[in-house]
C-alpha cells in the first residue's frame, strides 16, 4: 500500500531537507523523499500550496492520567487529543494510580495505546518505588517493557544522593532522567509566581530560585555521574543560566519549555479573570523578563525541546478556590498554534529550528523512532497549515481536561493533518486537505 | 427608598466630596464588593459620605431604620471571626434585613462539599446579599462568579479586607478631614495581612502617603509597584507619621522561621512611647484587631491618648451599614452602570 504525497515544503532539518519535495509513503515506512516522484500505482494526495510537511511532532511531556485517575484523561482521550494536535507520539508520565514504576503498569498502558491506535505513546518510568523517593524502581524492568526515560515527574527525585544514584544506574541503559526541579522547601505552599501579582491578590509565592536551585543541582549530578539529565518544563530565568553554563561546560544536559512559559505571564493571575484557576500549574506563570529568557534560550539554542507538560484535571477539581485547585493546564491541541503564533510569525524561529523542537530533538533525546523522513524511518507525519486561522475552542478538544487559559484565543497556524506509521489518523478539514 | 429619608442633613457632605470635581456619585457600578481594588476613589467616598449617615442612626434611641426590610443577608463565615460577624450583624439589624449565619463549624463543608455547591445551595433560596469570610484569597471572585446574589468580602485570606479599611479610612477622615496628602505608616506582618492590602489599594487611591514597615521576611514581594514605600527601618515609617496602623502579629509566624522571638521583634518594631515621638504630635494609632500587646504593641500606647482603636470598632458598623445599602438598597446596578 503505498502514499506519494505531492508538492507541499518538506522541512525534516535532520537531513538537512527544506523545499517543496514530494513524499513516498510505503506501509508503515518512508520510502523516498524527492522532486517528480512517478506514481507507480501508490495513492497521489496533492498538498495544497502552503502546507508544511515534517516529521511526527513529539510531545514528551504528558499526563495521560490512565490508569487511575480516568475522570482527567484517558489513554484512548489524551491520544486523540495528541493527533488532533498534531502530534505522532508522546511521552507520559509515571504519575498515575498506582505510579507506573513497574513493568505491569507500563504494560497496561502501552496495550490501551495500542487499542487506541491513535498517536504513538512511549511510558516513562518512576526514579523511585511509588515515586516516593526512597528506593530505585526497577529500572531495568521498566525499560525492557517499553519504558524510555525515568522520573518522579510531580516532584523532584527526593534526595541528591538519590538522584545520583538513579543517573549511574540509569546511565547503563543511557537512558535520561527527566528531573521536575523543585526546592521544595522553598517552594513550601506556594501557589503562583512570587511577584508583584501575586502578592496584590495575596496568593502565597513559588519564587525562581526554587526552580533554579533544581536544576542547578541536577547539572552537578549530570556532570559528576556522566550521565544523561533531561529537564523538564522550565520557567525561571535563572534555570536557563544554569543549563546554558552547564551545557558549555560539557554536561549532557537537556531541557525543555511549555507554550505556556513562552506565552504568557503571572499577569493573568489577575486579567482577564481574577483567580482562574486555568492559570495555576507548577512551575507557575512568571514574570516577563522569565517569559523573556524562556524565549531568548529557544533562539538561541539552549532549549532543546518544546514540550506541554499536558495535565488534564475535572472541571470539579478545577472549579474551586485557587490555592484548593489541582496545579496543570492541558497543552496538546494548543502547542502547534501557540508555537506557531508566538515564535514562528513573529520571526524568532524558522520551520527548521521548530521541527528540531518539537520532533528531532524529542525523538534524540529519547531515542525513539522518528524524528527524520530519512528512508525507512517510520512514517509518522505531522501535516502542518502555519497560516490557518484558528479559534480555540475548549469544549471541542478531544481531551477530557478542558481546563486552558487560551480558551477563545485567536491564533495564527495550525494543524492539517496527522500521519503516524503511514495511516492518517486525524484531518482537519478546514485546512483544504482531501483523499488523505 | 433614599438617602434623605434616613438622613435630611447635608452633614453628609465632607470637605473631599465638595473638592471632588465631578458630580457625586449615588450608587456603586458593582453588585459585589470583592476588594478595595475594584473602587474608585469617588465610590470610596460615597462610601464614605453615606456611613457619616449611618452612623448617625446609631446614636438615635431607636437605632433601626427600614433600608433593607425584606431583604436578605446571609453571613457565610469559613473562618472564626467575632468582631467582623458581629459588626456585620449589628449593621444589618440596624437596617432591618433578615440576617442568617452560617460558621463552618456547622456546615456542610464539614462533610465535604465544595465552596460552589455550598454557594448554590444558598443561592437556590435567592439572599439578597451574601457576606463571606474565608481562608482562601479570591474565595468571594469565585462565589460572584457562581452567584447572583450581591457578595461582600469579610476577609479572603491573604488578599483583601475592605470593609476593614473603609472604616480606617473613615475613622482617619472623621479626626483629620481628610487623608489626600497625610502620611500613613503601616506596620507589622505585611505579607500575611489582608487588612494591609485593602489599606494600600485606598489609601494610594486618595492621596495618601503610604510607608509600610516590617522584617524584611514579611515584606511582599513587588511591594514597590504598589506605589508605597517599604523599609524594614520602623524609625523611618514612623518618622512625621500623622498615622501609625499595627498589624497583628500571629504568634505561629515564629515557627516559620519569620523572625527570632516575639520579644526581639517588640524590640525592633514594636511600637511603644518612645518610638511613637517620632511621629507627629497629633498621631492617630490604629489597630484593627484583635492586638497582641507586648508584641506589635505596647500597652501604654493601646491605652494611650492616640490610640483609635476602639472608635474603629464604632465606625465599621457605619461602614458596614453604608455598605449593605449602597448593594442591596434597592438601587438597580445595571443601571447604575
Redesign the interface.
Known amino acids: 500500500m503505498k502514499k506519494l504525497l505531492k508538492g507541499g515544503r518538506v522541512v525534516d532539518p535532520r537531513n538537512g531537507i527544506d523545499g517543496t519535495y514530494d513524499v513516498l509513503i510505503d506501509g508503515d515506512r518512508i520510502a523516498r523523499v524527492g522532486r517528480d516522484i512517478p506514481a507507480d500505482g501508490a495513492t497521489v494526495v496533492e498538498i495544497p500550496p502552503g502546507l508544511v510537511l515534517c516529521p511526527g511532532l513529539i510531545d514528551m511531556h504528558v499526563h495521560l492520567r490512565e490508569p487511575g485517575q480516568e475522570h482527567k484523561e484517558t489513554v484512548a482521550t489524551g491520544t486523540a487529543a495528541a493527533v488532533a494536535g498534531g502530534f505522532t507520539a508522546v511521552a507520559c508520565m509515571p504519575n498515575t494510580t498506582p505510579v507506573n514504576d513497574s513493568a505491569n503498569v507500563t504494560t497496561q498502558i502501552l496495550s490501551k495505546a495500542a487499542e487506541a491506535n491513535l498517536a504513538r505513546v512511549y511510558p516513562i518510568g518512576a526514579v523511585s518505588k511509588g515515586s516516593k523517593g526512597e528506593l530505585l524502581a526497577d529500572i531495568a524492568e521498566l525499560r525492557d517493557a517499553g519504558c524510555v526515560a525515568i522520573s518522579d515527574d510531580g516532584h523532584p527525585v527526593a534526595t541528591a544522593l538519590l538522584m545520583r544514584r538513579a543517573l549511574e544506574y540509569a546511565g547503563m541503559f543511557d537512558m535520561p532522567l527527566i528531573e521536575h526541579c523543585e526546592d521544595q522547601s522553598l517552594k513550601g505552599d506556594g501557589v503562583a509566581h512570587e511577584g508583584f501579582h501575586a502578592s496584590v491578590l495575596g496568593l502565597r509565592g513559588i519564587p525562581g530560585a526554587a526552580e533554579a536551585l533544581g536544576v542547578e543541582r541536577g547539572v552537578l549530578l549530570a556532570e559528576l555521574t556522566g550521565s544523561r539529565l533531561h529537564i523538564a518544563h522550565m520557567s525561571a530565568r535563572a534555570s536557563i543560566r544554569a543549563v546554558r553554563k552547564g551545557k558549555e561546560a560539557g554536561v549532557r544536559v537537556t531541557c525543555e519549555v511549555a507554550p505556556h512559559h513562552f506565552t504568557l505571564t503571572d499577569e493573568m493571575l489577575g486579567a482577564p479573570v481574577a483567580y482562574d484557576t486555568n492559570t495555576k500549574m507548577n512551575p507557575p506563570l512568571r514574570e516577563a523578563a522569565d517569559r523573556d529568557a524562556m524565549i531568548a534560550g529557544i533562539v538561541d539554542g539552549t532549549v532543546d525541546a518544546i514540550a506541554t507538560d499536558h495535565a488534564p484535571h475535572h472541571y470539579d477539581e478545577k472549579q474551586v478556590e485557587f490555592d484548593r485547585a489541582p496545579f496543570g493546564i492541558v497543552g496538546l491541541e494548543t502547542a502547534v498554534s501557540l508555537t506557531f503564533d508566538r515564535l514562528l510569525h513573529s520571526g524568532l524561529v524558522r520551520l527548521p529550528r521548530f521541527v528540531e523542537l518539537l520532533s528531532s530533538n524529542p525523538a534524540q533525546i529519547l531515542k525513539i523512532p522518528g524524528g527524520s523522513l530519512a528512508v525507512g524511518a517510520v512514517a509518522d507525519i505531522s501535516i502542518l497549515a502555519p497560516d490557518l486561522k484558528v479559534r480555540v475552542d475548549a469544549r471541542s478538544f478531544r481531551s477530557r481536561g478542558r481546563n486552558t487559559p487560551f480558551d477563545g484565543w485567536q491564533l495564527r497556524g495550525g494543524v492539517a493533518a496527522t500521519i503516524v506509521g503511514g495511516r492518517t489518523v486525524f484531518t482537519n478539514v478546514e485546512a483544504g486537505l482531501k483523499n488523505l | 427608598m433614599s438617602l434623605h429619608d434616613i438622613d435630611s442633613t447635608d452633614q453628609a457632605v465632607t470637605p473631599a466630596a465638595r473638592d471632588a470635581a465631578p458630580p457625586p456619585l449615588t450608587a456603586l457600578r458593582s453588585k459585589d464588593l470583592l476588594g478595595i ?1 475594584d473602587l474608585s476613589a469617588a465610590e470610596i467616598t460615597l462610601v464614605l459620605d453615606t456611613a457619616e449617615a449611618m452612623k448617625e442612626v446609631g446614636t438615635r434611641p431607636i437605632k433601626k431604620v427600614p433600608a433593607l426590610r425584606g431583604k436578605t443577608v446571609v453571613n457565610l463565615f469559613f473562618e472564626p471571626s467575632t468582631r467582623t460577624r458581629t459588626s456585620f450583624e449589628i449593621a444589618e439589624k440596624r437596617l432591618s434585613a433578615d440576617t442568617l449565619n452560617i460558621a463552618i463549624a456547622t456546615s456542610s463543608v464539614a462533610k465535604g462539599e ?3 455547591d455550598t454557594a448554590l445551595t444558598l443561592e437556590a433560596m435567592a439572599p439578597d446579599m451574601i457576606v463571606l469570610r ?1 481562608s ?4 468571594g ?2 462565589l460572584s462568579r457562581i452567584c447572583r446574589s450581591g457578595i461582600i468580602n469579610a476577609g ?5 479586607h475592605p470593609t476593614q479599611a473603609l472604616l480606617d479610612a473613615f475613622t482617619i477622615r472623621e479626626r483629620k478631614g481628610r487623608l489626600s496628602g497625610l502620611k500613613v505608616a503601616i506596620v507589622g506582618d505585611l505579607l500575611h495581612s ?1 487588612v494591609l ?1 485593602s489599606n494600600i489599594q485606598l489609601l494610594t487611591k486618595m492621596g495618601a502617603d503610604v510607608w509600610v514597615s516590617g522584617p524584611p521576611t514579611l515584606i ?4 514597590r ?2 506605589g508605597v514605600t517599604a523599609t524594614a527601618h520602623v524609625d523611618e515609617a514612623v518618622g512625621d507619621a500623622d498615622v501609625i496602623m499595627l498589624l497583628r502579629i500571629q504568634l505561629e509566624r515564629m515557627e516559620g522561621a519569620y523572625f527570632p522571638s516575639q520579644r526581639e521583634y517588640f524590640n525592633v518594631f514594636g511600637m511603644t512611647e518612645s518610638r511613637l515621638r517620632l511621629a507627629r504630635p497629633d498621631v492617630m494609632i490604629m489597630h484593627p484587631g484583635p492586638m497582641n500587646r507586648g508584641v506589635e504593641i505596647a500597652s501604654e500606647v493601646a491605652d494611650g491618648p492616640y490610640s483609635v482603636i476602639l472608635d474603629q470598632v464604632a465606625n465599621g458598623v457605619a461602614v458596614r451599614m453604608a455598605v449593605l445599602y449602597l448593594l442591596a438598597g434597592g438601587v438597580d446596578h445595571e443601571e447604575a452602570a
Open positions: 481594588a465544595t465552596l460552589s474565608h482562601s484569597s479570591g474565595a471572585h469565585l479572603d485570606g491573604t488578599h483583601e489582608r492590602r511582599p514581594a513587588g511591594m509597584d504598589f
